[in-house]
């Protein structure tokens, strides 16, 4: 076997990666077997709740044959079996493929475990101790009393007001938010792209006399090189079809910006001062635009002594990288393409069409903290500190070069004058404040100027909410001034908003980009990158975006046409819909909290006192499953003491690092798998020791002390987000996630988490308990009461939400044209049942969830875990289906590509078989972010359009043919903590898929008009059934006994929901990330043990 760098089993190989569960499955079975030789329990009671110690497993995992198993560097016996990290910086994913002829043993040893679980489960409820609570009422009721939630009542309303969404030009006075959106054209697919690229170079070399016989042989080699991934070209053309749009999205929210500065400057009489809005927006203009500039004076910053890596970068590359000015607290952002289609304007060109949406960042409050987004920034950029320097040295530092390059920037921008001055000025401003923080190589010198500098930030933003401001805070008066804009729109604003022509850009390739020589030389390698730095950065500096023209001295030159455009949402003048809203809590319920650290008699009168009198406890041991640190990232590391080391001792330590992080992953593997057998066979026994007909809903609480980063973190190597899973808590989010959608296949479960830090006030940890306990509650089904005529030919409805992620993924070797990949696909379906026929009352719950994994197709036309799931709610008599697809992938291909995408003619077809009268109904959900002007007088929690209320921008064809718009819910409210997964205001949208090459045009037409015509009987009620998923997975309290509604209720299938767990870290110009898909491990352990065969 291949083996990398001489360490474990990860080697490049055109075997494809996989892992080896069995060693895993024997570890834990070892574990358990020598503790119960030894008279140790693993189970043990405490204030009647049944403890779980799972740490003293995985402290005897160092005894096992197991362990010695997983450490092994012979084929098909070690955990990793051909996992490499890619030298190609693309993620390898692993989980979804074991080592083939493994299946049998794995079976055998995971239901080994299930008998040890089992056994010791028995013994420990032999005096009919209450794992299970048989009064889910009084349960729920006493966790209020303790919450102290006064007047608790399982029964709430809500109102919902009806809008419409209107391109209108004027100021209505019924507008409550605006939608600021954008077509955008680019002309040419990447195929066109490059075939325009391979001309430009052999007309470039035809003018240096080459001989016309050599240009075959060199066109062959350009598109051989273009097919294959793990080429810079293949990734330079991916850069032009990504990356350099987002670049091109910030230069169109920068001018955006920058006109609402000009009709600002130009307005006179005005009745505040619109200064520091002009001086903010001048400066971060001024910035970005000089170090678009590759001949930019470098400004770099080096703080390693304090930092390690993370703290030395160039603030020439920090720049350049789009992401990183999500910084800004007020500024226009590109928010997501939500749809993109490709169209033919020629006999053989293309122009791809993407409909953007932007979005006003206005420094909202963020109501968990009740801070504003910039002042929760800037103490989340403290409080790392602050953990850095009290553990100077210690592992998991949290600190990244990112936060010190937002501490800085924000400090230079914001700083007491009010001069802007050019670029070479605006940079040195930059250069001081980087110079006054390095001027020192004393740690306690350095840890009071960043005290300084962060003092400084926090008053630019100190009036917390506005609620106890004496004056207005200078980001506040920046927002302020933006809102007013929008409210007013002045001249400039209207022309850039509804302009009579697109606004034109060219991106310029240029021509330095190429080594025409290595192209002479039919070379694998052709452009003119430097490998030991960022490729993305690279790619930038051979690339420019200029207005209007193209530059005269470009190799290649794409246009791209932009056209703005503002829709309103209006509230419209009907009454609004008021529902009520009970929770049908169960008679049985089945608690589980899990927690770090050991359960003592305190901790668990501290969950006794305000979570669950009984049930189950499962404690973990944080150092299982956190990284070394030997083994955290690169970026974290304290820098080395100064000495010579050799190229061979590098290598190998470089090597160790990746060996312990590999190991590290078996870990986390084996505390999954035990988490996994453990909760099914806790349900299997008190369901049959009870004899009850259905599984009790289980409930389990993770509680932390430690805050987690539930988003995807920003990796600069790959210049994109990554699951963050470097410490136990987030380790242990990302595995209860997974759990919950591979329990939810037979189980009614919701996991909720909490995160109680010992600096939290007693204020911030109660409204946490509240809102974990109102986010339970969603494991229960809602009755929903709703006065409508119900369809007497609809007691019943399905919603299947689907998604797919890769999970198992092995970047092809440099001979290998494709990657080789695994899709794990999962759905949950969502079901509404009217409580009888003449009532327009109806129970909605999350009936289940399940997971396939699959080979990866161009098109996937057929797909077995929809085709089941259809025929078993076919077979319960359901007639209706809705059929949500969901999209997580990097970017929306689907939209111009039937790649990857799951709502085509074949799949639909495929699934509309052998189903007499079976109504399948495509739908597609998408985000809109709106900026919300002014609050209405009518109290509603959330507003609504249905159907003919959608004004998008019809002139696109793409709006009226493929994606009809069906239902909208706004909430127009601050929604949550991160602005950039819970916007400040937006709304859900709901389009159905028609494709006009679908082969059964009857049924497809019967869809629409079930769906769309305001005189179908069917309407009402499968509007219904989209909008009472919204209520259903509500995660905030009511108020004054109103509830609202989440805006986004699919959170729980995006890729760091479900279990994506980074196993080895990219390296800095070297090599991407391994990624572990613990749903897929969970998926492999839920095939076995839904056998019941014990």
């Not at 990290?85 to 493994?102: A, D, K, Y």
């Not at 092995?810 to 794990?824: G, H, R, V």
């Not at 009809?964 to 898929?993: C, D, M, N, W």
Request: aromatic share 8%; hydrophobic share 40%.
């Amino acid at each position: 076997m291949n083996n990398l760098e001489d360490g474990a089993s990860f080697a490049t190989n055109p075997i494809q990666a996989c892992i080896n569960l069995v060693p895993v499955v024997n570890m834990l079975n070892e574990s358990i077997t020598k503790l119960l030789d030894s008279n140790v329990r693993i189970f043990e009671i405490q204030n009647n709740s049944v403890i779980f110690n799972s740490g003293q497993i995985m402290a005897k995992h160092h005894l096992t044959e197991g362990f010695k198993q997983i450490k092994s560097k012979e084929p098909n016996k070690g955990f990793f079996q051909y996992v490499a990290p890619s030298p190609t910086l693309l993620q390898t994913t692993i989980g979804g493929r074991i080592v083939p002829g493994t299946n049998k043993a794995l079976s055998t040893a995971v239901w080994k475990l299930a008998e040890l679980i089992d056994q010791e489960l028995h013994r420990v409820t032999s005096k009919d101790l209450q794992l299970l609570c048989q009064e889910g009422a009084l349960l729920i009721g006493g966790m209020a009393q303790r919450l102290e939630i006064k007047s608790f009542n399982p029964n709430t309303s809500t109102k919902i007001a009806p809008f419409k969404i209107t391109s209108s030009q004027s100021n209505n006075t019924q507008d409550l938010a605006r939608v600021l959106d954008c077509v955008e054209t680019v002309y040419g697919s990447r195929d066109e792209h490059l075939e325009n690229l391979i001309t430009s170079i052999k007309t470039y070399l035809q003018r240096d006399g080459i001989d016309p016989a050599d240009l075959e042989e060199i066109t062959d080699n350009l598109h051989t090189l273009a097919t294959n991934p793990n080429q810079q070209l293949a990734r330079f053309l991916d850069f032009l079809e990504q990356e350099i749009l987002y670049r091109l999205r910030l230069y169109m929210g920068l001018h955006l910006m920058e006109g609402i500065a000009s009709d600002l400057e130009a307005r006179k009489n005005i009745e505040y001062d619109p200064k520091p809005f002009i001086t903010y927006v001048r400066r971060v203009s001024t910035l970005i635009h000089y170090f678009a500039n590759p001949n930019a004076e470098v400004i770099q910053v080096n703080l390693s002594f304090a930092f390690g890596a993370a703290g030395e970068f160039s603030f020439n590359e920090i720049l350049s990288n789009v992401i990183f000015y999500n910084c800004l607290p007020v500024w226009c952002h590109a928010q997501s393409i939500v749809f993109e289609t490709a169209d033919k304007y020629g006999a053989e060109a293309t122009e791809v069409i993407r409909h953007i949406n932007y979005h006003f960042r206005i420094n909202g409050i963020n109501p968990e903290y009740g801070e504003t987004a910039f002042l929760s920034r800037i103490l989340e950029i403290k409080s790392k500190l602050q953990q850095h320097f009290k553990n100077l040295g210690a592992a998991n530092s949290q600190i990244s070069r990112y936060d010190l390059a937002t501490m800085i920037f924000l400090a230079t921008i914001f700083r007491d004058d009010d001069i802007v001055g050019d670029g070479s000025a605006e940079a040195a401003a930059l250069g001081t404040t980087v110079a006054k923080l390095q001027n020192t190589t004393d740690i306690q010198q350095l840890i009071g100027k960043i005290q300084i500098l962060l003092t400084k930030l926090q008053a630019l933003d100190k009036s917390k909410g506005l609620k106890s401001a004496s004056k207005q805070s200078k980001i506040d008066a920046i927002a302020k001034i933006l809102v007013k804009s929008l409210q007013t729109r002045g001249k400039i604003l209207k022309q850039l908003l509804h302009p009579t022509k697109p606004i034109v850009y060219h991106i310029n390739i240029e021509r330095s980009l190429i080594n025409f020589s290595k192209v002479e030389d039919c070379a694998s390698e052709i452009l003119n990158i430097d490998n030991s730095k960022n490729e993305l950065a690279e790619f930038i500096k051979y690339t420019t975006i200029t207005p209007h023209t193209s530059t005269v001295q470009a190799l290649n030159s794409i246009r791209v046409e932009v056209t703005l455009s503002e829709h309103s949402i209006t509230k419209l003048d009907t009454d609004p819909i008021t529902m009520d809203l009970e929770h049908a809590i169960p008679d049985y319920i089945l608690p589980v909290v899990i927690q770090p650290g050991v359960a003592t008699e305190q901790t668990v009168r501290n969950l006794v006192y305000w979570a669950f009198p009984s049930g189950l406890i499962i404690t973990y041991d944080p150092k299982f499953l956190q990284l070394s640190e030997s083994s955290r990232n690169e970026d974290n590391a304290p820098s080395p003491p100064k000495r010579q080391i050799g190229q061979k001792e590098r290598s190998q330590e470089a090597n160790d690092i990746k060996e312990k992080q590999l190991l590290l992953a078996s870990y986390r593997t084996a505390f999954s798998i035990l988490l996994h057998v453990l909760l099914r066979r806790l349900e299997h026994y008190v369901r049959h020791r009870l004899n009850l007909t259905a599984s009790p809903t289980m409930l389990i609480l993770r509680t932390q002390t430690e805050k987690l980063q539930a988003t995807p973190a920003y990796d600069p190597n790959l210049g994109k987000h990554q699951p963050s899973t470097g410490t136990a808590a987030e380790t242990v989010y990302a595995i209860s996630q997974a759990l919950e959608i591979a329990l939810a296949d037979t189980i009614p479960v919701r996991v909720q988490g909490i995160i109680e830090t010992t600096t939290a006030t007693d204020a911030a940890i109660k409204y946490k308990r509240n809102n974990s306990f109102y986010a339970l509650q969603a494991a229960f089904p809602l009755l929903v009461s709703h006065k409508h005529i119900p369809s007497p030919e609809l007691n019943q409805i399905a919603l299947i939400s689907f998604s797919s992620r890769p999970c198992a993924r092995t970047p092809a070797p440099p001979d290998q044209p494709e990657d080789s990949i695994s899709d794990l696909f999962i759905t949950r379906t969502y079901r509404l049942h009217r409580i009888d026929a003449t009532s327009s009352d109806y129970l909605v719950w999350a009936d289940n969830s399940r997971t396939q994994i699959q080979m990866h197709t161009e098109t996937n036309k057929e797909l077995p875990i929809l085709a089941t799931e259809i025929k078993r709610l076919y077979d319960q008599g359901i007639k209706h289906i809705i059929y949500l697809s969901q999209q997580y992938y990097d970017r929306k291909l689907g939209r111009a590509s039937k790649r990857r995408t799951f709502n085509n003619p074949s799949v639909l077809d495929y699934l509309n078989q052998g189903f007499p009268g079976l109504m399948i109904y495509p739908l597609v959900r998408e985000l809109f972010y709106a900026t919300r002007i002014k609050k209405a007088a009518d109290q509603a929690q959330a507003y609504e359009a249905i159907a003919k209320d959608h004004a998008f921008n019809e002139k696109h064809s793409i709006w009226s043919s493929e994606y009809i718009p069906v239902y909208s819910l706004a909430t127009l409210k601050i929604v949550g903590k991160e602005e950039e997964e819970r916007p400040q205001s937006g709304f859900s949208a709901y389009f159905l898929h028609n494709d006009p090459a679908a082969s059964d045009t009857v049924l497809a037409s019967k869809t629409t008009v079930n769906l769309l015509d305001p005189n179908s009987k069917y309407r009402d009620d499968l509007i219904s059934a989209l909008r009472a998923v919204h209520f259903l997975e509500r995660e905030k309290a009511p108020v004054q006994g109103m509830a609202g509604p989440v805006l986004n209720p699919y959170l729980w299938m995006r890729p760091v929901s479900i279990g994506e767990i980074t196993v080895v870290p990219s390296v800095k110009y070297k090599t991407g990330p391994v990624v572990l898909s613990i749903l897929a491990v969970a998926h492999q352990v839920t095939s076995i043990l839904n056998v019941e065969n014990i």
